[in-house]
């Protein structure tokens, strides 16, 4: 059975700071691109951050640029999102999600309908 789960979200203050994992299991992420996505309350669902099956590439939305950062470790099928300098305007359910796609977001713009949402996703609020 293919599992993917999100966790790490949490309350914490403006300014704080939250590690997200999203671990796969009875699927390997090797040959995946990753993106987490969020969903604030009211509003439509974003693209936040993705990551590269080949090459690492990795791309942010303006509104998480220098603030957030996106890693994978293959060795452990997790990928992770360490959002810093957290903003009450960043509370959301934050989504892991997949693409089959070995390209470079060196030369390519992400497309976030191009990926699959898994799980539940994981509550993030910030408190200002």
């Known amino acids: 059975q293919v599992q993917v789960v999100e966790s790490g979200g949490g309350l914490v203050q403006a300014g704080g700071s939250l590690r997200l994992s999203c671990t796969a299991s009875?699927?390997?992420?090797?040959?995946?691109?990753i993106a987490w996505l969020r969903q604030a309350p009211g509003k439509e669902r974003e693209g936040v951050s993705c990551i590269s099956s080949s090459d690492g590439s990795t791309a942010y939305a303006d509104s998480v640029k220098g603030r957030f950062t996106i890693s994978r470790d293959k060795s452990k099928n997790t990928a992770y999102l360490q959002m810093n300098s957290l903003k009450p305007e960043d509370t959301a359910v934050y989504y892991c999600?997949?693409?089959?796609?070995?390209?470079?977001?060196?030369?390519?713009?992400?497309?976030?309908?191009?990926?699959?949402?898994w799980g539940q996703g994981t509550q993030v609020s910030v408190s200002s």
């Open positions: 009875g699927l390997s992420l090797d040959y995946y691109a």
């Open positions: 999600a997949t693409r089959f796609w070995d390209g470079s977001f060196y030369y390519t713009a992400p497309r976030w309908a191009d990926f699959a949402v």
